[in-house]
Nanobody, 116 residues
């Protein structure tokens, strides 16, 4: 199973970015939960969004109302729409996927930098 994250970059405060995570080597609908973590320099990795295969979502207070997670089973892809970006959103973002009875799958990180 491979998860390929993309879409990071440099954006100004208040701007938007859309991250994508493409899955291969697995039946996408078998991935019960998928999501995104981020890790800023000197900080612990934190969950920023998760979505189940039924479409239920979860966000921490720090991004709720600004970030939107979605998945497209037909395209084997996971997305994270990030709006109204803030300086503190600067981090490396990692996608992950959980399948019953298997260790968590991780994608490589994609760097998001919010700077004026």
């Amino acid at each position: 199973v491979q998860l390929q994250a993309s879409g990071g970059g440099l954006e100004q405060p208040g701007g938007s970015l859309r991250l994508s995570c493409a899955a291969s080597g697995i039946i996408f609908s078998n991935l019960n939960v998928m999501g995104w973590y981020r890790q800023a320099p000197g900080k612990q990795r934190e969950l920023v969004a998760a979505i189940t295969n039924l479409g239920h979502t979860n966000y921490p207070a720090s991004v709720k109302g600004r970030f939107t997670i979605s998945r497209d089973n037909a395209k084997n892809s996971l997305y994270l729409q990030m709006d109204n970006l803030k300086f503190e959103d600067t981090a490396v973002y990692f996608c992950y996927a959980d399948q019953a009875g298997r260790p968590r799958y991780w994608g490589q990180g994609t760097l998001v930098t919010v700077s004026s």
